[in-house]
């Protein structure tokens, strides 16, 4: 493609090729990515595992170290390698989307560019917004209520600790980041589909019952088989419901404000040569 977008159509081999090319620039950055996460992967798990530092404190357990087990000879080598893949993506992200956003944007209109965008900014800060609400509260908070469940020992009772696998303990902490990431992008999916026209606000408040029951649905497979995870992503995401029917509003007032603003250009148009005859005769 010469120039930086053009409208123009393009054959099926320029489409390939052009498709092969961001590509290989996505894969080429998530490798490069993962690579470096992988070099620094212990470094990152034990980042990983600060919630966990901090749930034991919650306990009150601080006098204890905090332990992590891996029970099969390859299992931490395999978990090192998850860390790296789940950084890496994270880190490629915004040149993963400025591939995508480079072979679409060919096909947009100037105002669908415009409009793309903006939803192509607020995507990847909504979902750190969801990663940092998982691990600053979260994660804590469902690792603490797993804590109170141990046994100190004594008369009549046996000792009962808490020692996660790595494995485990990882898989835990990703599947919050990615329900919770996945769950703050329904304000960026509603906008986009109101703006295509699929649906409205007013079909996002008569439907409003039935998203809070899928909501709470979606937080019980998403989530680990407790209460306290499974309100705590039930709870935002009919949050984001509601911001998701006020976005719809607003994009809606402005649309129905450029529908009138266009009105009104075409009756000065159409009164113009009017005008010009009136004042020739």
């Known amino acids: 493609m010469s120039g930086e ?4 159509p393009q054959p099926l081999i320029e489409h390939l090729i052009e498709l092969r090319r961001r590509l290989m620039w996505a894969v080429g950055a998530f490798f490069v990515a993962f690579l470096v996460c992988f070099y620094f992967a212990k470094a990152l798990f034990n980042i990983l595992v600060q919630p966990f530092k901090w749930s034991v404190e919650w306990a009150g357990l601080s006098h204890r170290n905090v332990e992590l087990i891996y029970t099969a000879p390859q299992e931490f080598f395999f978990t090192q390698i998850k860390v790296a893949m789940f950084s890496a993506l994270v880190i490629a992200f915004p040149i993963i989307a400025q591939q995508i956003y480079k ?4 096909g947009l209109y100037k105002n669908e560019r415009a409009a793309f965008l903006p939803f192509l900014v607020a995507s990847p800060i909504l979902f750190l917004i969801g990663a940092a609400l998982v691990y600053f509260f979260f994660t804590p908070m469902v690792m603490w209520f797993f804590l109170s469940m141990e ?10 600790q808490l020692l996660p696998k ?11 980041i990615f329900a919770f990431g996945l769950v703050f992008q329904l304000p960026v999916v509603s906008s986009l589909l109101v703006r295509a026209g699929f649906i409205t606000a007013q079909t996002l408040v ?5 998203a809070i029951v899928i909501a709470f649905v979606a937080a019980a497979v998403l989530t680990p088989p407790d209460p306290v995870s499974q309100i705590g992503l039930a709870l935002p995401t009919i949050l984001l419901y509601e911001i998701a029917i006020y976005t719809a509003r607003l994009i809606e007032r ?15 148009t159409a009164q113009a040569p009017t005008s010009q005859e009136a004042d020739k005769a």
Do not use: T
């Open 206 to 210: 008569e439907k409003r019952k039935y």
């Open 103 to 106: 072979f679409v944007a060919p």
């Open 166 to 176: 790595v494995s485990e303990y990882l898989g835990l902490i990703m599947s919050l």
């Open 151 to 160: 046994q100190g020992g004594g008369e009549g009772e046996v000792s009962i």
């Open 254 to 268: 402005q649309r129905a404000r450029a529908a009138a603003q266009a009105d009104s250009d075409e009756e000065d």
């Open 5 to 8: 977008y053009e409208d123009k």
